[in-house]
């Protein structure tokens, strides 16, 4: 059983900075992908970055790429995201989540989720 805890959302303005943590309890293995998600209000769930939880190499979507950093401290059992630069389309509830798969490019297959965390940005 693999469970996840996620902490750091809140209301930034336009330009600002947030640091996204999940906590992975559990069952977790050191080939899995821990990855994060997005949702926004009426828009389907939408892929963020993922990292290999052994080897941290790391996968970002385009729209990400340059303003957020995913990293993972295997010690402390946590993911993080942080994101820099935020603009209002960043605005969203962020999950966290576990593919059991290991493949680190693939942004399907991910079979444990967190609660989420809200992120808000501002103009």
């Known amino acids: 059983q693999v469970q996840l805890v996620e902490s750091g959302g809140g209301l930034v303005q336009a330009g600002g900075s947030l640091r996204l943590s999940c906590v992975v309890s559990?069952?977790?293995?050191?080939?899995?992908?821990m990855g994060w998600f997005r949702q926004a209000p009426g828009k389907e769930r939408e892929f963020v970055a993922a990292?290999?939880?052994?080897?941290?190499?790391?996968y970002y979507t385009d729209s990400v790429k340059g303003r957020v950093t995913i990293s993972r401290d295997n010690a402390k059992s946590t993911v993080s995201l942080q994101m820099n630069s935020l603009k209002p389309e960043d605005t969203a509830v962020y999950y966290c989540?576990?593919?059991?798969?290991?493949?680190?490019?693939?942004?399907?297959?991910?079979?444990?989720w967190g609660q989420g965390t809200q992120v808000t940005v501002s103009s």
């Open positions: 559990g069952r977790t293995f050191s080939h899995y992908v």
């Open positions: 990292i290999s939880w052994s080897a941290g190499s790391t």
């Open positions: 989540a576990v593919n059991p798969t290991g493949i680190l490019g693939r942004t399907y297959g991910y079979g444990y």
